[in-house]
């Protein structure tokens, strides 16, 4: 069975610090990943998604970037936290190839930026 | 611009009646539409999904109808149940592409 593990759970963060969140699938070679961002009560709005390893295509501009250094691994990054950056990011996968239709979503990484 | 939207932004129903969730677009080249459910806290889990090649799609006790012409579906949960309480997105996709587009959801009370 396929299992998403996203770190850490939460971080509390100073406006102007890095931050680096992380995300793996174990159990499924070559998925599509996906990283999204859903503020308190909003809806989920898709940050980057990468079909393999090496490739992140950038779907909104939000000061944050994202790589995929392995297969199972999917990494979203920033130099320098804004306040707008605090809520909750989502990791997902699909299974891979031209699949994108169906997403799994680990369980998240609430972010708050002070 | 947002080019799906869901009505209303929360319900409340009681134990045992029907709850009909709402869901439009604009994208006339949308051609899939899934419906995802988020308890809180937690990530989103796919729940049911229609194309839109069907008008009608049924899983259990959860019932999507789905008019093209109007660009319209709804959601339906029969006999619901406080386990139901959560928060409902409706998506929409064109043609397989990596850009699933959400709404801002329906938080759903189920009352008992």
């Known amino acids: 069975a396929q299992t998403i593990h996203q770190w850490p759970v939460a971080e509390i963060k100073a406006v102007g610090s890095p931050l680096s969140l992380g995300c793996t699938i174990k159990?499924?070679?070559?998925?599509?990943l996906y990283w999204y961002w859903q503020a308190t009560g909003g809806t989920l709005q898709q940050l980057f998604y990468?079909?393999?390893?090496?490739?992140v295509e950038s779907v909104v501009q939000l000061n944050l970037s994202a790589s995929r250094p392995k297969d199972d691994q999917f990494i979203l990054s920033t130099e320098k936290l804004l306040l707008s950056h605090s809520g909750f990011y989502l990791c997902a996968w699909s299974p891979g190839q031209e699949e994108h239709e169906r997403l799994f979503f680990g369980h998240g990484t609430k972010l708050s930026v002070l | 611009q947002q080019q799906v939207r869901q009505s209303p932004q929360s319900l409340t129903v009681w134990e045992g009646e029907t709850a009909i969730l709402n869901c439009s677009y604009e994208n006339s080249a949308f051609d899939y539409f899934p419906w995802y459910q988020q308890f809180p806290g937690e990530g989103p889990a796919l729940l049911i999904a229609?194309?839109?090649?069907?008008d009608k799609k049924e899983d259990g006790r959860f019932t999507i109808f789905f008019n093209k012409r109007e660009k319209k579906l709804s959601l339906h949960i029969t006999d619901s149940q406080p386990g139901d309480s959560a928060t409902y997105f409706c998506?929409?996709?064109?043609?397989?592409?990596?850009?699933?587009?959400f709404g801002e959801g329906t938080k759903l009370t189920v009352s008992s």
């Open positions: 159990g499924k070679s070559s998925p599509n």
């Open positions: 990468s079909i393999t390893v090496g490739q």
């Open positions: 998506a929409a996709n064109q043609g397989g592409s990596a850009k699933l587009i």
């Open positions: 229609i194309r839109s090649v069907s």
